[in-house]
């Protein structure tokens, strides 16, 4: 079993930044399972909608409303994933949650999401 923990969510003016931290935590073993970990997020009314994802060698791929705004990272070392976000919208608004996929089975884990708020 992952468990999952998002952190650095919170209010902020349109136009402004956030920091989005994802802390991955388990057996050794299942944390070198770990293939593929990424964001996704959910506006009120809406359905869930994938945002970004990073391979575990550092491969990234974006939704297009995100490309050139925010930036997927990860450290390896700490079984964590970053989401920086820039230039946000108050589309943006949404709880935002972390996910990491199995590299030997279909399982796909997700944490509990963390509220981002954008104001105009």
């Known amino acids: 079993q992952v468990q999952l923990a998002e952190s650095g969510g919170g209010f902020v003016q349109a136009g402004g930044s956030l920091r989005l931290s994802c802390v991955a935590s388990?057996?050794?073993?299942?944390?070198?399972?770990?293939?593929?970990m990424g964001w996704y997020r959910q506006a009120p009314g809406n359905q869930r909608e994938w945002v970004a994802t990073?391979?575990?060698?550092?491969?990234?791929n974006y939704a297009d409303a995100e490309k050139g705004r925010f930036t997927v990272s990860r450290d390896n070392a700490k079984s964590t994933v970053y989401l920086q976000m820039g230039s946000l919208k108050p589309e943006d608004t949404a709880v935002y949650y972390c996910?990491?996929?199995?590299?030997?089975?279909?399982?796909?884990?997700w944490g509990q999401g963390t509220q981002v708020t954008v104001s105009s």
């Open positions: 388990g057996s050794i073993f299942d944390l070198f399972d770990i293939s593929s």
């Open positions: 990073i391979t575990r060698g550092g491969s990234t």
């Open positions: 996910i990491a996929d199995s590299r030997t089975s279909t399982r796909r884990y």
